[in-house]
């Protein structure tokens, strides 16, 4: 395991907090704990982690809030551990840039198993065995740095998990993808209730990046029943 792999855990029950720590350092992580919104917020903005695990239940901050600053910040992998069970708020989740979400109670296997998914998707992203800058519809994307240029010259970050989905629809371009196969690509571990949903809410989120309608797309076209073809040339 790289020491490179560095997590931080926003997590305010600290026998929760005292568990996913030990176990993840016993996985070979590189671990920094925090119970406080405020403070993991500083330390952030100085030195971004590979993956962040928060718990939607702080004392001083809306878990969500922090997730919605994370994706906006760095391009951090994001898992929510949370006792907050219902789909909306994995939706929601989800829709602020997480990357994926755990239910409390959690066996701590099911956490390693997903930390090193994310941490593989990310990896995969930013390969430098891969191509990393794609030109297509008059946007630019470079997967070194996460950033997404339009024609004018004005830039945003991607969040790892639209890095990701992004560059599973770049390599596969005008051919038809199905959930299915995103789930695959994407080594998606939702369950099986709720998957097509969190695929769903994904392509949302990367075509309001994109600016692209979903009534009359020019990148991400839906196949309804089937999936997703993007449709734009890639260059």
Known sequence: MSASNQIAIIEDEPEVLALLSTTLADAGYDIQTYSHAIDFEKALAAAPPDLCIVDLGLPDKDGLGVVSNIAAQSD?????ISGRTGLNDRITGLELGADDYLAKPF???EVVARVRAL?????ATTSPAETTIYRFSGWEVDFATFLLTDGKGATQRLSASEASLL???LKSA??????EQLQVALDDRSDSISFD????????????KLNDKTRNPKIIKTIYGAGYI????VT
Do not use: G, H, Q
């Open 76 to 80: 951090a992998a994001i898992l929510v």
């Open 167 to 169: 560059l599973v629809f």
């Open 197 to 208: 949903r969190t695929i769903d809410v994904r392509v949302s989120r990367l075509r309001s």
């Open 230 to 233: 993007f449709i734009s040339d």
């Open 119 to 123: 941490i593989r998707r990310r990896a």
């Open 174 to 179: 005008k051919r038809l993808i199905t959930r």
């Open 107 to 109: 066996e701590p296997r």
